[in-house]
């Protein structure tokens, strides 16, 4: 089974917001589970009981080597009772990364593919030729975002969080920040931070609102100017940030997604964005999991 721990929220103590008359707490998903944590141990919830209910024994997915989705896909398959496979972008490098490493040990069977191969991910033909290799699975997709996944992203607000005027939050698939979307206030607003370069995220988002007929109460702000250079891309600034943050408060951020969002937030706030009694809350979505393989391949040491 696949039980989550209590979450708790934190309130952070500086005087940069302080002074504004401002609050900023952080919803700690990241310690819902050990190994499934954060935003993903949501977007598992439910395609894994549906697995259940499809009476599948086996769960397939995609991923990178350095994926948050294939390390919780992993073990959460594991503690539910399932077999799993990983379809992994790029050839096999050993030893294999944490990442790796950890989803081989909780039992997951990793199939790599070239990059070519890889993009056929959502093709039926492809697929086909995966249950001819792998036999009969549940299909999650690349960083698992569905109907599914929404129904347990729409979760992670929860009734006390209705006290805060803003909700912060990363951006992948952006299958988290939709399931935010679909569970806002109308007194809230929610700022999406993009972890990808590009204004296609605009139009991503908005094509997801309608495609799962979402309409959010409040205002849903997405911004793509803090994503450092791209998706798994980082800059000095954004690791002097993550070991200030660590040192402050001992909270640990993954350069991929949250420590992205958290220092937009906090430069929203030098800028003097959010409105005297404005109440943020930060969603730490997790991740951590990739720190370990991110210091091994550049060679630092953030705090993890
Ligand atoms: C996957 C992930 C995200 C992005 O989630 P999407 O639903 O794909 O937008 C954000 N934060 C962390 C830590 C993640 O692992």
Redesign the pocket.
């Given at each position: 089974m696949l039980i989550p721990n209590s979450i708790a929220t934190e309130n952070l103590k500086h005087p940069l917001w302080e002074n504004q008359g401002l609050q900023l707490s952080i919803k700690r998903l990241d310690q819902i589970h050990p190994k499934a944590s954060?935003?993903?141990f949501f977007?598992l919830k439910y395609n894994l009981k549906h697995a259940q209910i499809e009476g599948k024994s086996t769960v397939l997915t995609f991923g990178g080597a350095y994926s948050?989705?294939i390390y919780s896909t992993a073990a959460a398959a594991k503690y539910a009772g399932f077999k799993s496979i990983g379809i992994i972008r790029g050839e096999e490098t050993l030893p294999l990364n944490p990442t790796l490493a950890s989803a081989k040990a909780q039992g997951m069977v990793l199939h790599y593919v070239d990059r070519t191969t890889y993009r056929q991910k959502t093709e039926v033909a492809f697929i086909e030729t995966l249950k001819k290799q792998f036999g009969d699975f549940y299909l999650i997709p690349e960083?698992?975002?569905n109907a599914l996944?929404i129904k347990g992203?729409t979760e992670i607000l929860t009734t006390e969080d209705k006290a805060y005027t803003h909700i912060c939050?990363?951006?992948?698939?952006?299958?988290?920040?939709l399931g935010l979307a679909n569970s806002l206030e109308n007194h809230q607003e929610l700022l999406g931070f993009s972890?990808l370069k590009g204004s296609f995220i605009h139009q991503e988002i908005a094509d997801g609102l309608q495609k799962f007929g979402i309409i959010p109460q409040g205002k849903v702000n997405i911004l793509d100017n803090y994503h450092f250079g791209g998706y798994g891309k980082h800059t000095q600034d954004l690791l002097d940030f993550i070991r200030w943050f660590y040192k402050e408060f001992q909270i640990p951020l993954?350069p991929?997604?949250?420590g992205k969002m958290v220092y937009g937030t906090l430069n929203l706030i030098k800028k003097q964005y959010f409105p005297k009694g404005a109440k943020i809350l930060l969603l730490h979505?997790?991740?951590l999991q990739g720190i370990a393989g991110f210091n091994q391949r550049f060679g630092f040491a953030l705090p993890l």
């Open positions: 954060g935003n993903k977007k948050n989705h960083g698992g975002t996944a992203t939050s990363a951006i992948g698939t952006g299958g988290t920040l972890s993954d991929v997604y949250t979505t997790g991740g």
